[in-house]
């Protein structure tokens, strides 16, 4: 039998939290310099090889609808190299690297449910020279429409060049280029700005892949659950843990400049609320009680940050600076309110509530005042989330199923994305085109991450090591 999301939740956080010290939390963080430095460098823009072009912007504007790009060939042959020179990147050398570095490209626009992709296993690979000359005529001739090249070039200092174009091939046109100074662990985020440039210039969208995502990964009997934080790439990559698992991790969420990442801990059984530096791997206390806590969330400008707390058996929302200090209440009315998200401009909040008897979604002004209900259709409304381009709010609504669900602002045009069972705690990519929630499986109490377009007709399975819930979707990387 399923529940809904708020009270049955705060006895099992209770339950879950295993009685550590206050100590140990710190302790809970892995103590080892490559877990931090794992987390990537700087990715420096260099300019590459390649005939002065004019940028003329998008080529056809905003995608409303994938029908209009589902077609589109996008030819990706491996990226060449001046010379095979052996990297860390790769065992076998910057020739191997490049035909990795394509196929993940490949891999980003197709599951993005865009484009019609030809990966580099399928296509001959282009010799270092073509790829600021392209061999014309044997492009057209399988069909591309769009053509990405690109080189991997070794360094001295042991670092990569990674370059990487995008061409018209009807039109016999280079439309934009890009390239990067990454060291070779960070090859796979040249493959994922490569993808974001292509997908940002064919598109008019804004890009989403060169992007991280914090969830909680989940372990243990369904009674004594050991619940860690973790971090990965926008496509399941580079997976690491953050915690060890010794206190209960929950709701994850990124800074707004991704420095941060903002969690929920539980430990004696009292819940804290954390800052994890991510440059540093080390954590701030911002705030602890021993009253039931819930959903902590950054504000846009990063200053403060919004939680729930249940006191006296009233749930309020209330707003604390991100350096400690007193908190301000921001709701008092009876009932529960839960899950401020802040729109993009900081001005408004929206947040679940009871108050009407129902879990519905209300808004109020980002200071408390001007609440009002917006979900006035079937079912209840839960876990809202404000779109980073503020038109849409993403939410669970359940009605019998868990579904995720979007809607404007001002809760109309309601749309359902996803009809699995149980599908819940929708977070946006920084584009706010893709969905990110996580799925529980009938019977089993399996739980996975998922990921659905504005379409709701592209679902894809993230892979975890583990099973894997409250995902939160990060910004663009710097």
Not at 15 to 44: K, M, R, T
Not at 53 to 63: H, I, M, S
Not at 133 to 152: K, Q
Not at 242 to 252: D, H, I, N, R
């Amino acid at each position: 039998m399923k529940t809904t999301f708020l009270l049955p939740l705060f006895t099992g956080l209770l339950a879950a939290a295993a009685p550590v010290s206050l100590a140990a939390q710190n302790q809970d963080l892995p103590d080892q310099a490559s877990d931090i430095l794992a987390e990537g460098g700087v990715v420096e823009d260099v300019a590459i090889e390649g005939e002065a072009f004019d940028e003329d912007g998008p080529l056809r504007g905003t995608v409303t609808d994938e029908s209009d790009w589902q077609d589109l060939g996008v030819a990706i042959p491996a990226f060449a190299t001046d010379r095979d020179a052996p990297t860390p990147a790769n065992a076998d050398g910057t020739r191997a690297l490049g035909l990795e570095i394509a196929r993940v490209i490949t891999a980003n626009l197709r599951n993005n449910g865009l484009f019609k992709p030809t990966g580099p296993d399928r296509l001959p690979a282009p010799q270092f020279a073509q790829i600021t000359d392209p061999a014309w005529g044997s492009w057209s001739g399988r069909g591309a429409e769009m053509l990405v090249h690109g080189y991997v070039r070794a360094r001295g200092d042991g670092r990569l060049v990674v370059g990487c174009y995008l061409y018209d091939v009807a039109l016999q046109d280079e439309l934009v280029r890009e390239g990067w100074v990454v060291r070779p662990a960070d090859w796979r985020r040249a493959a994922h700005k490569c993808s974001d440039i292509v997908y940002a210039r064919l598109t008019g969208e804004d890009p989403f892949f060169d992007s991280r995502i914090a969830y909680i990964a989940e372990t243990g009997p369904k009674d004594n659950r050991v619940k860690r934080l973790a971090v990965m790439d926008s496509d399941g990559a580079n997976h690491r843990f953050l915690t060890l698992g010794s206190a209960t991790a929950l709701t994850p969420r990124y800074s707004p400049d991704y420095s941060k990442i903002l969690y929920l801990s539980y430990v004696d059984g009292n819940p804290r609320i954390y800052v994890y530096d991510i440059g540093s791997g080390q954590q701030t206390l911002v705030t602890e009680n021993r009253n039931p806590t819930l959903a902590p969330r950054w504000s846009p400008d990063g200053r403060h940050i919004l939680y729930s707390m249940a006191v006296a058996g009233n749930t309020d929302i209330y707003r604390v600076p991100v350096s400690g200090g007193a908190s301000e209440r921001l709701t008092n009315t009876p009932g529960i309110d839960i899950g401020g998200s802040y729109s993009p401009d900081g001005s408004r909040i929206v947040f679940e509530s009871d108050r009407s008897g129902a879990q519905q979604c209300y808004i109020m002004n980002a200071d408390g005042s001007n609440q009002r209900r917006i979900t006035f259709f079937g079912g209840r409304c839960a876990t809202p989330e404000w779109s980073p381009r503020g038109d849409q709010i993403a939410f669970t609504r359940i009605a019998g199923d868990f579904n995720v669900a979007v809607m404007t602002p001002g809760g109309r045009n309601m749309r359902v994305l996803t009809r699995g069972w149980q599908d819940e705690a929708p977070t946006w990519a920084p584009n706010g085109r893709i969905i990110q929630f996580f799925r529980t499986a009938r019977n089993s109490g399996r739980s996975s991450l998922w990921q659905v377009d504005l379409t709701g007709r592209n679902e894809r399975k993230l892979p975890t090591p583990v099973d894997a819930s409250d995902p939160a979707w990060g910004p663009i990387r710097p």
